[in-house]
């Protein structure tokens, strides 16, 4: 007998109940797979939070480094005022004006703490470069306590400058 004659001879019943075996099986197998997929997903969730907490822990780290590192580059204060810092500044900022008069006044206390102060006078400056002074003053952590700038009396557009520069930013 050949298969096709085998097949023939079963009855409707018993294809009925072999196509019901295998769709109950095929629902097992897809109730187990879900199952299974279910446990996946979770374990990938479970480690997606981790390396969340991770990289949070690590950006954490890398700011308070880098924090640190900033503060730790950062002077601690101004280096101080020396005669040869403020000639190095007024040198820079002033190409047309020159420098008549360069004179420590001596230390001076102001809110119990004592400063050292030097004055300065410039002759034919511009303002531009009055301006470009005081920056320059300022990055240095260096201030003009005292500035008065006064037309020569020729009537020229440049300024003579006289200064007086402590230490100390300006509050």
Do not use: H
Not at 95 to 105: E, F, Y
Not at 117 to 146: P, Y
């Amino acid at each position: 007998m050949s298969i096709l004659g085998l097949l023939g001879s079963l009855s409707e019943r018993v294809y009925i109940m072999v196509f019901a075996g295998v769709c109950v099986l095929a629902a097992f197998s897809a109730y187990f797979i879900k199952q299974d997929t279910y446990v996946l997903e979770q374990k990938i969730l479970s480690r997606q939070k981790d390396v969340a907490a991770v990289q949070a822990s690590r950006d954490l780290y890398e700011a308070r480094r880098l924090s640190s590192q900033r503060l730790a580059t950062k002077p601690a204060g101004p280096a101080g005022i020396s005669l040869a810092l403020i000639e190095e500044i007024v040198t820079r900022s002033f190409v047309g004006g020159r420098l008549t008069s360069l004179k420590p006044v001596g230390l001076k206390e102001e809110r119990e703490r004592q400063q050292m102060v030097v004055e300065l006078k410039i002759a034919g400056a511009a303002l531009a470069e009055v301006v470009s002074f005081m920056k320059a003053l300022e990055a240095k952590g260096l201030r003009a306590k005292k500035l008065q700038m006064t037309l020569p009396q020729a009537g020229g557009a440049l300024l003579d400058i006289s200064a007086t520069i402590a230490e100390g930013s300006v509050r």
